[in-house]
């Protein structure tokens, strides 16, 4: 309920607290729009509103979501106008059959973990990892492997969902810092999200691009080489993910 409001405030309202240069940006850029016809430039605006909302503290990731969301519908139904209320009306049955999936994936995972912690399932698992590697860069080596697996068949929520109670513990024992390995989980998932078979993303850019999602794959290949060399860096260097979080502890 609050992230309408925060979203509404940051579209029209941004000039009441003095923050003027906002607004002024807001109403330039709708005029430059206008006047030059830019094919793109207000919907590349989105991300802009995201990390720039969260960033100044304005909203909250969820009401990030809200606030584009907002942004989107402004500018389909009243600035370009590519968007009837019959258009809109299928979308939102979209949105909302796409979201009643995931939530049943998430609502099978969550169930999935607690019979997991409840069977002591999660013990037995990280005593048979620690028997096999019992350092904590073979285990991140193992867990990257298993992550960058599940998240080509899984959404990253129900993956995380099924994940975190099974490694949670090993990671633990191992003395790894949770954030640091939250941060190689999150960056595992996003790469399995662009990887061959069943990246989610994979599948949505070759729609959206109107290719095939052979040729798709193709092209996202050579970018998967630096995500890995990031991954690798990420995974074995900790103090690149931990500097933040260390100096705010």
């Not at 941004?14 to 430039?41: E, I, M």
């Amino acid at each position: 309920m609050l992230g309408w409001p925060a979203a509404i405030y940051f579209l029209v309202d941004a000039g009441s607290d003095g923050n003027l240069t906002v607004l002024l940006g807001l109403v330039l850029l709708f005029a430059a729009d206008w006047k030059l016809k830019f094919q793109a430039v207000l919907p590349i605006m989105t991300p802009v509103l995201l990390i720039g909302g969260m960033t100044t503290g304005i909203f909250t990731a969820t009401e990030g979501a809200i606030a584009a969301c907002v942004w989107a519908l402004f500018l389909g139904l009243v600035w370009y106008r590519t968007v009837t209320w019959k258009k809109l009306v299928k979308v939102s049955m979209d949105t909302i059959e796409t979201t009643a999936a995931v939530l049943f994936i998430v609502a099978a995972a969550s169930i999935f973990g607690w019979m997991l912690t409840a069977t002591r399932t999660t013990e037995m698992i990280a005593s048979w990892v620690l028997s096999v590697t019992s350092t904590p860069a073979g285990f991140l080596l193992l867990a990257n492997l298993l992550m960058l697996f599940v998240g080509c068949f899984l959404e990253p929520t129900a993956a995380i969902t099924i994940l975190v109670p099974i490694l949670l513990p090993i990671v633990r024992k191992l003395g790894i810092d949770p954030v640091h390995f939250g941060l190689v989980m999150v960056l595992n998932l996003m790469i399995g999200l662009l990887h061959p078979p069943m990246g989610l993303v994979l599948f949505v850019l070759a729609r959206v691009a109107k290719l095939s999602v052979e040729r798709t794959t193709m092209a996202i290949l050579p970018w998967l080489v630096p995500l890995l060399i990031s991954l690798v860096i990420v995974t074995y260097i900790p103090s690149i993910s931990l500097w933040l979080p260390n100096l705010m502890r």
